[in-house]
């Protein structure tokens, strides 16, 4: 696209560049909500070395943007093209690339701008070394200078950014991006562990246009004194944030921690760093280092001040991903007690697997349970309690529970053993909408297996044999449990056939948003008849794995239990 027709770079259906760009007083770029440049003014041509034809209409990002060594920068890891596509105020420093081919290094501002006609658009604006700023004043490159506004949209986006995830590993990565360059040249993190220890988890510096983890820096530190008035012993105990110099340690050290620090200024090159701690609402949970090498000008109280507001959000934000750690791994303790371990059944093999609901605290209210009658028959079940927290798996503990203290003392039919549990389910457990399966096996005359069971509102059983055929039980199914009506429930029976495999699970693996159940239900008959050969244990996995919706399809618990019947007379070995 040539520049003909438009006056100083600008384009027809653009915002002309004569008309906002030029009148800055310095060089300035107008991109579309693609990233294409759609206006220039003069001294943007001038400091790239490129006239207008030859940038408008071209990608910002392609056809200027490069890393230091003047290949192109991954779109992934810009900033700038980031900033520009989400249309957020943003600056930084790069390397851009000029009309004859060299490089160029920038400091570049984006900020969001209304084109013509009101349309969506993003201007950027450059300071090169003899770039003027508005108002004829020659900018501080070197000066990392945040006006009020600045600091403002830092501080939301900061929020935002470390108090949507949970996870603590992804806040401090977050952190990171917000800090350098835009702040400092380096990141240092120090997390105070739950057993009292230091660890310094990141040592980050900004290397054309990512971040660069210096791992040989991080790692474990000294014991923090309890008296020391040194920077980051003082802020570890949550007494005080704190400007700092090499100098700062160049006397006889009073601790590690002072010689890990002379160690990390030493490697780091930096000549002026702040340290604020981290503070969460209960504890100090670290301390958080900005520190400057390549740029002269040293940290100011100000960026101490600044330090102190990031500290305060990203203390709330670690402590949140703590405490929900801490319930993680509660509720997956509780669970692993929950789930029972399947009895060894001579002749038969069994299975069972249990996959978490993915953004649930790692329990729910689908279970499985086998286990051995005194008549040596064996009792099988899968069910379902509505909801995937820890209420619904006290309520699932409760009803399995009941279920088999039924199944032991009264030695009925799997109908009467459910009408049973239907009665005292409500009043005892206190959980409604609780769907199941449950059935009994007992070897035949004959040395074969019968199964026979009933059904409570759950998705039916998968009969599957050696040779891939496929059958649902859907036999003896009536109501769900606890809807107080106390129906009369049937039952059921078959006889497995030899090295047959019997599938029971819960509707997460079938279930699917936007989806007929019935397609669900088809999908896991097509993938166990292709893995009819396999492993029982193979058999599980692949299942799961290959019949499951994903993540944006269905985001419940899932649990499978799977038997595998032997050769007549034979092994339980395939």
């Keep these: 696209m040539t520049g003909d027709g438009a006056r100083d770079g600008a384009v027809p259906g653009a915002l002309p560049s004569t008309e906002v760009p030029a009148l800055l007083g310095t060089a300035a770029c107008v991109v579309d909500d693609r990233g294409v440049i759609v206006a220039v003014n003069s001294l943007a041509e001038r400091l790239l070395g490129a006239a207008a034809s030859d940038l408008v209409g071209g990608d910002a990002h392609d056809l200027l943007h490069r890393d230091r060594h003047g290949q192109p920068l991954a779109r992934s890891r ?4 980031e900033a520009v596509l989400a249309r957020r105020a943003c600056d930084g420093r790069g390397w851009f690339r000029r009309g004859d081919g060299t490089l160029t290094e920038l400091y570049w501002l984006v900020t969001p701008c209304a084109g013509e006609g009101g349309r969506r658009a993003t201007m950027v604006i450059f300071y090169g070394a003899n770039a003027e700023a508005p108002g004829g004043q020659k900018p501080d490159l070197d000066r990392t200078t945040l006006s009020e506004l600045d600091r403002l949209a830092l501080l939301a986006e900061t929020t935002t950014q ?13 952190l990171v991006r917000l800090a350098i360059p835009r702040l400092a040249d380096w990141v240092v993190v120090d997390l105070i562990t739950e057993v009292d220890e230091v660890e310094r988890t990141i040592v980050a510096h900004h290397r054309d246009g990512v971040p660069f983890f210096r791992e040989d820096l991080q790692g474990p530190m000294p014991p923090v004194p309890a008296e020391s008035p040194m920077p980051l012993s003082r802020a570890l105990r949550g007494a005080a944030s704190t400007l700092v110099t090499p100098a700062t340690y160049q006397g006889p050290p009073d601790s590690g921690v002072a010689i890990e620090q002379r160690r990390l200024f030493a490697a780091t090159g930096m000549h002026s760093a702040a340290i604020a701690p981290i503070r969460g609402v209960r504890e100090v949970l670290g301390a958080l280092t900005l520190g400057r090498s390549d740029r002269p000008d040293p940290m100011s109280a100000t960026d101490l001040s600044l330090l102190e507001d ?6 709330v934000a670690l402590e949140n991903a703590r405490l929900y750690q801490r319930q993680r791994k509660v509720a997956e303790t509780m669970q692993r007690h929950l789930l029972p371990q399947l009895p060894s059944v001579p002749g038969l093999q069994m299975a069972a697997r249990y996959l978490a609901a993915p953004d649930a605290s790692q329990v729910g209210g689908d279970w499985y349970d086998a286990f051995t009658l005194s008549d040596g028959s064996t009792a099988l079940a899968i069910g379902d309690v509505v909801g995937h927290d820890l209420d619904a798996a006290a309520g699932m503990a409760q009803v399995r529970s009941m279920l088999r203290a039924y199944a032991w003392t009264h030695r009925e039919p799997p109908g009467t053993t459910v009408s049973r549990l239907d009665e005292s389910v409500v009043p005892v457990a206190g959980v409604s909408m609780v769907t199941l399966v449950f059935g009994i096996l007992r070897r035949t005359e004959e040395g074969g297996w019968h199964l026979s069971w009933t059904n409570a509102g759950h998705p039916p059983p998968l009969l599957v044999t050696h040779d891939g055929r496929t059958r649902f039980l859907t036999e003896g199914h009536g109501m769900l449990l606890s809807t107080g009506l106390s129906p009369s429930r049937t039952e059921a029976g078959v006889v497995l056939p030899p090295r047959a495999t019997l599938v029971l699970y819960t509707d997460g693996l079938v279930e699917a948003r ?11 008959r097509r993938h166990a008849a292709s893995l009819a050969h396999r492993p029982l244990a ?4 692949l299942l799961l794995q290959r019949a499951r919706p994903t993540r944006s399809e269905n985001d419940d618990d899932v649990a499978v239990l799977t038997l595998r019947t032997p050769e007549h007379g034979g092994s339980a070995t395939d």
């Design 78 to 81: 810009c900033r700038m093209e």
């Design 162 to 174: 470390l108090t949507s995830t949970f996870d603590s590993e992804e806040a401090l990565r977050r």
């Design 310 to 315: 990031i500290t305060r959000r990203a203390g």
């Design 514 to 524: 936007g989806r007929a159940i019935n397609d669900g239900m088809d999908r896991l």
């Design 538 to 541: 193979a058999f599980t996995d």
